[in-house]
């Protein structure tokens, strides 16, 4: 669909982002989640272009010299991550509206490259972050407690989105989500015809 806003969603580990998606998308049909590539490698069970574009280190380093990334990420762990622009072109073609799940920096980037992005901060408060960091188990305390201080740093750059969602409560933040997803949608569907009638 022409004129449709691409939507950022962002915020610090443990905010339940993908929770907080998942639920977007199922009351929200015409959504689609962009899938990121990476150089990670493929899992059993995974398959390429569903759960990520998996690329080797040199074709990754290509399109980024290319400029077919969006947007891209180094971790310290020597793996890539980014949005490739075909992907959200692909959502387009389809007549669909893009989800992408990103890390503040890439969501910044997106917000400053792609006019009419609507950035979105899923907020939640640190002991709460604390608590469901604790209880996904997949860290350790020194881990958890770095991404605790890296979520604290993140929740003061709430300011420089469009939107801020707090998850306090799943069904309460899913229906604030929605409503401004499809507030979104709706106000870009009325300006499309202005904007072609145009001289």
């Known amino acids: 669909m022409p004129g449709s806003p691409v939507f950022v969603i ?9 929770t907080l998606i998942r639920e977007l998308v199922e009351r929200v049909p015409r959504l689609e989640v962009a899938v990121s590539a990476t150089t990670r490698q493929q899992r059993p069970g995974e398959e390429d272009g569903r759960e990520y574009w998996f690329l080797s280190e040199a074709e990754f380093v290509r399109r980024i010299e290319a400029g ?21 072109d692909r959502i387009s073609r389809q007549g669909r509206v893009c989800v992408l799940e990103l890390e503040l920096e890439g969501a910044l980037t997106v917000q400053e490259q792609v006019p009419g992005s609507v950035t979105i901060f899923i907020a939640a408060d640190v002991p709460e972050l604390e608590r ?12 958890i407690g770095e991404r ?13 989105f469009r939107y801020m969602v707090r998850n306090d409560d799943v069904r309460r933040a899913t ?17 499309a015809p202005s904007t072609a009638s145009a001289p």
């Not at 962002?10 to 993908?18: E, F």
């Not at 947007?71 to 992907?87: C, I, N, P």
């Not at 229906?175 to 870009?188: G, S, Y």
């Open 10 to 18: 962002t915020g610090p580990s443990g905010a339940g982002k993908g």
């Open 68 to 88: 077919a990334f969006l947007e891209h990420v180094a971790y310290v762990s020597g793996k890539r991550y980014g949005t490739l622009r075909s992907e959200i």
């Open 132 to 143: 469901r960091l604790r209880e996904r188990a997949t860290e350790s305390t020194g881990e």
């Open 148 to 160: 605790i201080a890296l979520a604290r740093h993140q929740l003061e750059q709430a300011h420089r």
């Open 175 to 191: 229906e604030v989500l929605t409503a401004i997803v499809e507030c979104e949608l709706e106000l870009a569907r009325t300006l």
